[in-house]
């Protein structure tokens, strides 16, 4: 039967699972903008130098959006759940998804199609923040309901 444990451990896997792509892209990039570039005039174009450039920049904040995921689920799997820790953690992520939309938006003056990617990572800080807003207040009730007699 599904439970909320398992539902942890899967999440975890496929944190570990994206890792492990993220590293892929980065050992893989050249060979991947080089394929890009032979499909793409657009692409070639733009240049192989400005795509490596964004691919790498990326790479900086979705490998620490990857750990800071990775150390939230830990926490909820130790059941600290509602921590100021985990809010932190959070807000953490949300800042990352904004190093990254600001990559790609950056990147979209060389390239269009990256305003999508921009745009999608945009959304995701948003999401989060509002996640983390919650977590936050839960955290404040759970503190003071601790203090109360």
Known sequence: MWDDSKSVVLSKICVII???LLLAVAILAPGIVTALMRVSMLAYTAGR?????????GCVPAAV??????????????????VKENVACL???SWCCLAGA???LVSSLYYLPWMAVG????????????????????????DDADLTI
């Open 91 to 93: 807000r953490f992520i």
């Open 18 to 20: 994206f890792m492990v």
């Open 49 to 57: 130098a400005f795509f490596l450039a964004t691919i790498y920049a």
């Open 102 to 104: 600001i990559i790609c």
């Open 119 to 142: 745009a999608a990572a945009a959304f995701m800080c948003l999401i989060v923040r509002v996640i983390k807003n919650v977590i936050a207040k839960a955290v404040s009730l759970q």
């Open 65 to 82: 959006l990857l750990v800071c995921l990775y150390i939230l689920l830990q926490r909820i799997s130790a059941g600290s759940v509602f």
